[in-house]
């Protein structure tokens, strides 16, 4: 993939339905997870949102050089 994908600002819908958990989100995202996909999914996102928002703090202060 060479594109850089499209970064969107809204959360997708969530939904428990018929013992799956059920995500439409943005750009026809539409898929249903077993309980113990959509928990570890959950986590990668809260794990992968941590990082990226640290990262965009860490770029807005001045950095010294390594000595």
């Known amino acids: ?11 997708s ?3 428990a339905a018929d ?10 995202v539409n898929v ?7 928990e570890e999914t959950s986590d990668r996102l809260l794990s992968a949102s941590f990082e990226a928002r640290g990262k965009k703090r860490l ?3 001045p950095h010294r050089p390594r000595d």
């Open 1 to 11: 993939m060479t594109d850089k994908p499209t970064i969107y600002d809204e959360p």
């Open 13 to 15: 819908s969530v939904r």
């Open 19 to 28: 013992g799956a958990v059920e995500i439409d989100g943005p750009d026809a």
């Open 32 to 38: 249903a997870l077993t309980p113990d996909a959509a």
């Open 59 to 61: 770029d807005k202060l």
